[in-house]
């Protein structure tokens, strides 16, 4: 497609339950990244891929923050037995390198909502 | 860590002037800066990127400039128009790009 891709747009969770969110990158994009901002803060950084390997996972704020890319191009964030902490807009982006000097294109994100 | 500071409170400027956004970077020496735009419940919109042996930078009505001494680089809008409104991102790239929380620039009719 044109643009990156995310769905759904706006996921409410209860307490508990496992979400799992979905990254549709440009086509031909190597790199792919996950990010999550929360209200009026800047987008933190959760994890990057290039092709299909994972190779930082570092901002994934625990073992219950999962992502996959199994073929190198959907991504999926899956979150597990969601908190209430996890409010925020996952916001996906994918880039042609992984280069700095490549903008990364930003899907719209997906707002989850845990009550 | 490397810490990317924005101006947090919202600037407000009448149409027709210039916009001038401030972002400040410690503990590091990026080779590379980048500008986002952000509007209400979308992602965030690639404008320009500066490099480290660039002082300037310019696209349409925008200029970014980039001072590697002061750790600063600044953005600017000439001719505001309204349709500018939104949060402006710095960011940096380390092995990941690291942003700044944004300012919300407001253009005035």
């Known amino acids: 497609g044109a643009g990156v891709s995310q769905s759904p747009r706006y996921k409410v969770a209860k307490r508990g339950q496992d979400v799992a969110l979905r990254c549709d990158p440009i086509?031909?994009?190597?790199?792919l990244f996950w990010y999550q901002q929360a209200l009026g803060q800047g987008p933190e950084f959760l994890t990057y891929?290039?092709?299909?390997?994972?190779?930082?996972k570092s901002g994934l704020p625990s073992d219950r923050f999962f992502a996959e890319r199994p073929e190198g191009s959907v991504s999926t964030l899956k979150i597990q037995r969601t908190q209430q902490e996890d409010s925020a807009v996952y916001l996906c982006?994918?880039?042609?390198?992984?280069?700095?000097?490549?903008?990364?294109?930003f899907g719209s994100g997906t707002r989850l909502t845990v009550v | 860590s490397q810490k990317i500071e924005q101006n947090s409170e919202a600037l407000n400027i009448q149409e027709g002037k210039t916009a001038t956004l401030t972002c400040n970077y410690t503990n590091y020496s990026p080779a590379y800066l980048q500008w986002y735009r952000q509007d209400p419940g979308r992602g965030p919109v690639f404008l320009l990127l500066i490099r480290e042996n660039e002082k300037e930078k310019r696209k349409e009505r925008l200029k970014v400039t980039f001072d590697t001494t002061l750790k600063q680089s600044l953005f600017h809008i000439t001719a505001s128009q309204p349709a500018d409104s939104a949060t402006y991102l710095c960011a940096f790239r380390d092995d990941k790009i690291i942003f700044g929380k944004g300012t919300r620039l407001h253009i005035l009719p």
């Open positions: 086509s031909g994009h190597v790199s």
């Open positions: 982006a994918s880039s042609l390198g992984a280069g700095a000097r490549h903008g990364y294109t």
């Open positions: 891929f290039q092709n299909e390997a994972q190779l930082d």
